[in-house]
């Protein structure tokens, strides 16, 4: 297992290395215009939208956590958390916009405006519009992250104890528990920062353009015919890794002298007295959030159905006697072209990676040190940037003949889908109390017999779950699957990503509209098989 | 079963290792048959890519051609791809087969020996084509194509504009500057290096530069003198365009959805009949019409390659050879399809043939036909442009 994630992720960065080190295409990106700009955009971006999703995750789990919003936190997170960072960012184009849904909504009775004002909102210079985008998917998925640490911390214990001393429960949680927290998910949270400066999926959408990101730079040189420029991606993509790798040490540098003023004024031993403001103020932050995160959704569902989109109407007129089943034929092609291939990469990613997970799993089940460091391994391709080691794992799969092919797009896709199922089933799995598999022995059954009907019974729902999740992670991936796929295999995530790169809004929202559509239905099924699986039994967990 | 297909796919394409023979269709159809055919070709608009599908179902009738649209956003995207497989070694078994290709690209592909041929005008329908009437099916932006790309479509530069908003008439640069600065926020062009901008940074240099025939060799030493002209009138224009010149949309398909949402009164294309399309398609209010510069309109062709590496060439040229069919420029010339002006002689088309071919209706949005082309400049201008346009307007 480790072997198929970290070998190509090794190889693609020896290649990188290899192939970027050429002082001469250094010159020409360093002299490209712009640049400058273009790495201080995506740094400015990556570390301001890691910052405050953070934030807000610590926030959002602080409050729900010490209120009444324990289960519903998770269960409105999960839509932004599974859809993936396209759509997101596609779907958030199209609702921010002069000429989007928000303004729509207030036009012409709140604004007065006939027409679109010239107001220049997506895309803006400063990345205002991309943070957004970033912050919408990265804070719900701290939020998972920062839940599942929960297990590893005895929060309840130090809120107990901060909560006898006189804190506020929210004061208590974010002094003591919050901090504690954090220790336990900095490689996910390094993982969030590299993302932030480094993806194209949210850049493409929202970023900026004269210049864009770095990253996007980097994704236009290497689709670029002229071998020189070719260069200066492999070398502009060491560039990247470098500005990561500064970004990571500057971030958990100024972390830790954050962590030193934090503890120095907890330690004053103030008491907030009336923790209300604070709670209404979180509640309302998260709800504009998730309402905008969902208006996205909505407005993909629109665009996509719309022909034309006249400003200022909110519902797409149906238009010379255009009916529904008119647009669902217009629609219906586009999506059915790549669905087939989005689902069986998607779908072959979960039963893979939860097979190479499962024996692993077993192995490690009582033994935390090893589960810590299979995990943190397999954890290591999710903290290079995609575009530095995924040129290498195309040169490598080239050699294999694996180029273009469905195993290789599906191998690289398992790369970025372990690490996740991992962290669900190993856990998991050590979670099961050792003595029913005891009782199941000395009962006479084998070794086999115990782990199909004791062990796997018990794990069912998270496998489930697991599933699901290597699903969504498969859709969801872009830059493995247009590398690996050679161009060859068009996905619901390339289709978005081109439509989007060259500005059509409609045809990139249809494939985002499967994008959004088929890691929601996943989850959907994957909660319908679990409960009904267990709907006589209690005592399984659920 | 991964393996199984693949197995099968490099079987099938080694034993079609030798020379296809263009003028024996059946002998190419029974080589072809089976075959996939990977089609690289811009992926960017609705109609364009429902028409390709079309093509798809009916050379799967025909021949049993699997015949694959991959969508790119620039074909140059196709070039790389080529170009890195030489670099592998891998000079046969391509992952392109056939390409929808221009200019530039065509130049650059020409240039490294990346293309198969000549076949263009040995296909059995290529007798078809008006070769002698328009000039422009054997010229690629000056470069001959020397029968390495089959044309399969014209063009000719067009602005399209909301009547509703634009009353005055435009009939050169400086109406058209004119207007914009009376009108702030309502014009914009797709950013170079997408290829309607290049194309209209084309135009308003052929409009005003005094020697055209400049444009015709490649740019020197007097680039900077001769794009003066151009740099001032954009500077001038930028600062009351669009979100005043600092974004522009990624494309001419992006640019007709911010015209139909209201965001813009202008548009631009190389089709003619684009906005017609567009409002039968309900994409688009009604009120659009189109000009051409008439004195100087920008106009081409578009054009057909195969890799020298592909893996799949019957197939391609049968597919080729079905795309300047009749039928198929019939149907692509439709603008309730596509709309994109024919490439064939209607001197060597039968009677029946003929009269659907006027009988496609043309709305009312069609640009007039201008009064004198302009081929396109060397293909050396249009790098000099975006490279220069980049470097200026990066802030």
Known sequence: MLTVSLMPALAGLVAALVLGLDGGALQRVLATPGVGLSIGTSLWTGIAATVLSLLIAHFAVAAAFTGRWRTRLTALSLPLLTIPHLAIGIGLALVIAPSGLLMRLLSPGATGLERPPDWLLVQDPLGLSMIGGLVLKESCFLILILSVALAQVPATRLLQQARTLGYGPLQAWLSVVAPALQRQIRVPLAAVLVFGISNVEMAIPLGPDLPPTFSVLLWRWFTDPDAMIHAQAYTGSLLLLLINVLALVGFFTAGGAFRFFWRRESERGQRRRCEAPQRIGIGVGLTVGWVIGTLAIVALFLRAAAGAWPFPSVLPALQHGETLRDVLQSILPVARSVAGSTLLLATGTAFVTTLLILPAAEKAAHDTRLRGNIGALLFLPLLVPQMTFLFGVQVLLTRMGLDGTYAGVLWSHAIFALPYVWGIVASARSAIDPRYDAVSRTLGASTLKTYLQVSVPLLARTLLLAIALAFAVSVALYLPTLFVGAGRIATAATEAAAASGSGSSRLAAVHAMLLAAAPLAAFALAYGIAATLFRSRTGVPR | ?395
């Open chain 2, 1 to 395: 079963m991964f393996a199984a297909t693949l197995l099968a796919c490099l079987f099938s394409h080694s034993i079609a290792a030798s020379e296809p023979d263009l003028r024996d269709e059946p002998e190419l159809a029974r080589q072809a048959a089976g075959q996939t055919v990977y089609f690289n070709a811009w992926g960017g608009d609705f109609a364009i890519n429902r028409y390709i599908d079309w093509v798809a179902g009916e050379v799967e009738k025909r021949y049993d051609i699997r015949l694959v649209h991959v969508k790119v956003t620039d074909i140059a995207e196709a070039v790389s791809r080529i170009r890195a497989e030489y670099v592998a070694g891998r000079e046969q078994n391509g992952s392109v087969d056939l390409m929808w290709i221009n200019g530039e690209n065509f130049a650059a592909m020409q240039h490294a020996n990346l293309l198969w041929g000549p076949w263009a005008e040995e296909l059995p329908n290529s007798r078809l084509i008006d070769w002698q009437g328009n000039p422009t099916t054997r010229i690629d932006a000056t470069l001959p194509t020397g029968g390495y790309e089959l044309p399969w479509g014209t063009a000719t530069f067009t602005l399209f504009y909301d009547r509703e908003f634009v009353s005055t008439r435009v009939r050169n640069p400086d109406d058209l500057l004119c207007w914009i600065e009376a009108h702030p926020g309502r014009f914009t062009y797709p950013q170079p290096p997408a290829f309607l901008g290049t194309a209209f940074l084309k135009q308003l240099l052929i409009l005003l530069t005094e020697d055209t025939a400049r444009l015709q060799e490649a740019p020197g030493d007097d680039f900077q003198t001769l794009s003066a002209p151009l740099w001032a009138w954009l500077d001038r224009a930028h600062a009351s365009m669009w979100r005043t010149g600092r974004l522009f949309p990624r494309s001419g398909p992006a640019q007709r959805e911010l015209l139909a949402a209201g965001e813009l009164d202008w548009m631009m294309s190389y089709n003619p009949a684009e906005a017609s399309r567009a409002i039968r398609q309900g994409l688009l209010q009604d009120t659009v019409a189109g000009m051409v510069f008439s004195n100087a309109a920008l106009s081409n062709s578009h054009f057909l390659a195969i890799p020298a590496n592909a893996s799949a060439k019957e197939g391609a040229l049968l597919v080729a050879n079905f795309l300047i069919s009749p039928l198929a420029q019939i149907q692509k010339a439709d603008e309730a399809r596509w709309g994109d002006p024919s490439v064939l002689d209607p001197n060597l088309l039968t009677a029946e043939q003929l009269s659907v071919f006027e009988r496609l209706h043309q709305g009312g949005a069609t640009a007039p036909l201008p009064k004198r082309r302009v081929p396109e400049p060397h293909p050396g201008w249009s790098a000099a442009l975006e490279r220069a346009w980049l470097a200026r307007y990066t802030r």
